[in-house]
């Protein structure tokens, strides 16, 4: 049974930073694309970032660029996204998601729709 389980999460105040782990077991995702979301209440969830394969490749939305970093370990079957300069609108839950074509790059890793693992999520809070 394939699991996402996010952590790192919590309370912070604006300009501080949170680091944010996914952990998958069921199965290797080494050769997928991985990223990581976000909903704030009332509004759709939406992309804010994500990182081929290999880890070479990263992809960001713009509200986040400079200021958020994601990674991975394919040994540990496990993504990072480190976020930095919180702001009050970075509030949401946070979840990680598994792409659903292995190997995939640019465009493709935008579009919620293109994942078919996810997490519970976790929740990030940004006091101003």
């Known amino acids: 049974q394939v699991q996402l389980v996010e952590s790192g999460g919590g309370l912070v105040q604006a300009g501080g930073s949170l680091r944010l782990s996914c952990a998958a077991s069921?199965?290797?995702?080494?050769?997928?694309?991985m990223g990581w979301f976000r909903q704030a209440p009332g509004k759709e969830r939406e992309f804010v970032a994500a990182?081929?394969?290999?880890?070479?490749?990263?992809y960001y939305t713009d509200a986040v660029k400079g200021r958020f970093t994601i990674s991975r370990d394919n040994a540990k079957n496990t993504v990072y996204l480190q976020m930095n300069s919180l702001k009050p609108e970075d509030t949401a839950v946070y979840s990680c998601?598994?792409?659903?074509?292995?190997?995939?790059?640019?465009?493709?890793?935008?579009?919620?729709?293109?994942?078919?693992?996810w997490g519970q999520g976790t929740q990030v809070t940004v006091s101003s």
């Open positions: 998601a598994v792409h659903n074509s292995p190997y995939s790059r640019g465009k493709y890793l935008y579009t919620t729709e293109n994942y078919n693992y």
């Open positions: 069921g199965r290797t995702f080494s050769a997928y694309a």
């Open positions: 990182i081929d394969w290999s880890g070479e490749s990263t």
